[in-house]
């Protein structure tokens, strides 16, 4: 029996090697990665939480049966769902603080801190190559936490100027 032959391997899909020259995201001990990850989605969950309970608790305040409401039938529907929302407002500000710090420690990443220059090696693509990855997962998690922060106070405000069961 003969010994089989690979097929020739492609040298532009193989893997950039780093020898000595460093890490091709060099910013990425400057934010740790669960702060990146809680900046990009502790907003999003809060704010996923905050609808999941308040929506539910008016709801079935205003209409328990088959008939709906006038008025909730809990006198504190409006104190449980302005602590929720509070508790959502702090964690987003919390995620807006840890994405703007872990941004503001990353916003110079560029491969040439690496030692390799300006220029990539040929074939490597900037996927390969890891340029600005933390610095756009920082920058990503501050928009998301900004935008989720807006929406969520804009839920907390509904609370007060929305009538509970829509009369």
């Given at each position: ?67 709906p409401l ?17 508790l959502a ?67 907390t405000a ?10």
């Open positions: 029996m003969q010994p089989r032959q690979s097929a020739p391997v492609d040298d532009r899909m193989a893997p950039v090697t780093q020898s000595g020259d460093g890490h091709p995201a060099p910013a990425r001990r400057a934010a740790s990665l669960s702060a990146l990850w809680f900046g990009f989605a502790g907003a999003p969950a809060a704010w996923t939480v905050q609808t999941l309970v308040n929506l539910p608790l008016a709801a079935h305040a205003c209409y328990p049966r088959l008939t006038i008025t909730p039938t809990t006198g504190v529907l409006r104190g449980i769902a302005f602590t929720v929302s509070l407002l702090a964690v987003c500000v919390a995620g807006t603080v840890v994405a703007w710090r872990a941004w503001r420690h990353t916003r110079e990443e560029h491969q040439q801190g690496t030692g390799r220059g300006q220029h990539h090696e040929p074939g490597a693509a900037l996927l390969e190559t890891g340029e600005g990855r933390t610095r756009f997962m920082a920058f990503a998690g501050v928009l998301t936490s900004v935008t989720f922060l807006v929406v969520s106070a804009a839920n509904a609370i007060f100027l929305v009538s509970p069961c829509g009369w």
